[in-house]
């Protein structure tokens, strides 16, 4: 029956740009860090290389990460109470706590790491829990919604930690194809284990990808209507050209056809990353931007949002490039006092 | 709910509303909402083709869900229960994460733009601890809504829901709303897909 609506309000969306981002750099992380523990802690010889460069770019990403968590936050200076006022039925009581953990075992990891101290094996296996806990987590705080059906789906924390590891690898690529010697990857030797790897994975995250929206499309009217929306709403050009196309097909066939250029393999990198962010930002916003009731779509005020979230973005550059020589020179430091202490 | 203790409800016979808004505006006025945002709304509207045509009306507020969202996913257990169940947000606990506001399946809540904190209906609890019944129901001119104790069979709305029909919003969510239909037409029920409103 035809249906005229007179009168509805306009709704605004609870997520905007900055959790999108606060998802995607904590994937990244988590990533990031697995990677770096491949190696020393899990005996992985070809992956040893990568080990330090790796542990940096985890910690590097975490803090803009946790940044625009709290950034995004209503009320910041109460975020501490996360850690006082518990509620175990909540997936964000459970993050944070496992961020907390993640936080330090990373941050003791990598100095044991790079000071070569045995005690980073204990550390790293403490760290690599909580590390894909971290990847799960942000896929799993969506998932327990049943209002959007395109985050009430148990795929989402495993599509989350997939898309993450390639968002990892990618950023590995990048680096080594533009800027090795500022990241630490000049001796790396690990370049096809990385690429063998990866095509997996981005073979695994399409395939989770096209499993949850075909489980979606038949759940009801509200599953057709969220993928009809990525595929030919107003999501059609983050979802099919920017995630789809520039981020997953077209890396894809880079790396199965250009293994031997670091450099079309850092473009690789660069478009997988984007595709990463642009799935993070199609989940996030295509899931809650359809509405409940009537037929208004839901409002975004992303304006500040996507200032602060691109403002987070060099911060990540900068860290990038600063923390592995900020440690270093801590390293020798370190080890210049306890060598005098023991003269 | 345990039956001794009381479960503040409400009724709202859609067969006597007239879409006049005035629970709308003695909402805004009783809680001092900022502008652009409602804790009780009501939306409208013309079913049918002339000269068979049919003007719905379905007001919205917090269902007070038994089983709610907001308060599972509520990581500082700012959102609570107050008394007879009402679900209410403590502002002074409310870190603005905005997770309940993803998480409620009724568009019920949204960060104060000035607070940055969660808000939505409480069914007027101040009010009604002084005595009183929320703004809305004081205000209807068309005696379409009702509120009181669920657990109370002598109370106005448990003899509403003994004798009519009823229906809530999205019972297959499970959430068990303590906002009670009469007369509700299922066209206003959830979204109209077919007729999205294209994004400015």
């Known amino acids: 029956m ?9 709704h605004h969306a609870a997520f905007g740009p900055l959790i999108v981002l606060y998802f995607f750099l904590a994937g990244l992380s988590a990533g990031l860090f697995i990677l770096s523990t491949l190696g020393p802690v899990f005996g992985i010889q070809k992956f040893k290389p990568l080990a330090k460069p790796t542990s940096t770019m985890a910690l590097a990403t975490l803090v803009p990460g ?15 109470s996360l850690f006082y006022r518990v509620n175990f039925q909540s997936i964000m009581s459970w993050g944070s706590f496992i961020l907390l953990i993640y936080g330090i075992a990373s941050l003791i990891y990598t100095w044991y790491l790079w000071k070569e101290d045995a005690r980073m094996k204990t550390w790293g296996k403490i760290g690599v829990v909580f590390a894909a806990a971290l990847g799960l987590y942000t896929g799993f705080l969506l998932a327990v919604v049943p209002g959007h059906p395109l985050w009430n789906s148990a795929l989402l924390p495993l599509l989350f930690l997939i898309s993450g590891s390639v968002a990892a690898l990618s950023l590995i690529s990048l680096t080594k194809g533009f800027a090795p010697k500022a990241v630490g990857l000049e001796v790396m030797g690990s370049e096809e284990g990385i690429h063998t790897v990866k095509v997996w994975m981005v073979v695994l995250e399409i395939l989770l990808i096209a499993f949850h929206l ?54 690789s990198g660069l478009l997988s990353l984007i595709g990463v962010f642009a799935l993070r930002y199609n989940i996030v916003f295509g899931g809650e931007e359809l509405p409940q009731a009537g037929t208004q779509l839901y409002l975004f005020e992303g304006g500040s949002g996507w200032w602060l979230t691109a403002g987070l973005l060099v911060l990540l550059v900068i860290l990038l490039i ?15 006092i306890a060598s005098s202490q023991s003269m | ?34 502008e652009g945002f409602f804790r009780s709304w009501v939306v409208e509207a013309d079913k049918g083709e002339y000269p068979t045509v049919t003007r719905v009306k379905l007001p919205r507020l917090c269902n007070q869900c038994e089983s709610a969202p907001c308060e599972q996913v509520c990581p500082v257990k700012a959102t609570h229960r107050d008394e007879g169940g009402v ?22 809540r949204y960060i104060h733009p000035k607070k940055g904190t969660a808000d939505k209906c409480n069914l007027c609890l101040e009010r009604v601890k002084g005595g009183l019944m929320p703004a809305c129901v004081s205000t209807c001119i068309a005696h379409a809504r009702y ?45 109209d897909y077919a007729n999205l409103a294209k994004r400015r």
């Open chain 2, 147 to 191: 509120f009181g104790d669920l657990n109370d069979p002598m109370s106005e709305v448990s003899q509403l829901l003994s004798e009519n029909s009823y229906q809530v919003l999205r019972s297959e969510l499970g959430t068990k709303p303590s906002v009670f239909y009469i007369g509700l037409d299922g066209a206003l029920a959830g979204a």
């Open chain 1, 66 to 80: 946790l940044l625009a968590l709290v950034l995004d936050l209503g009320q910041p200076f109460r975020a501490l």
């Open chain 1, 214 to 267: 075909l489980a979606v499309l038949t759940l009801n009217d509200a599953g057709r209507a969220v993928v009809q929306n990525l595929f030919s709403g107003t999501k059609q050009m983050s979802f099919m050209i920017v995630q789809l196309v520039i981020g997953m097909f077209l890396p894809l066939i880079l790396l199965l056809f250009s293994q031997r250029s670091t450099k079309i393999l850092g473009i």
């Open chain 2, 87 to 108: 679900v209410v947000v403590d502002s002074k606990k409310c870190i603005g994460c905005r997770y309940c506001i993803s998480a409620c399946p009724y568009d019920a």
């Open chain 2, 1 to 34: 709910m345990p039956e001794n203790k009381s479960h503040y409800g409400m009724v709202i016979d859609l067969r006597l509303c007239v879409g006049c808004h005035a629970c709308t505006v003695a909402c805004k006025m009783e809680n001092n909402l900022p």
């Open chain 1, 2 to 10: 035809d249906m005229t609506f007179i009168y509805q309000i306009e």
């Open chain 1, 322 to 336: 600063g923390l592995p020589k900020i440690l270093q020179n801590m390293v020798k430091k370190s080890s210049g």
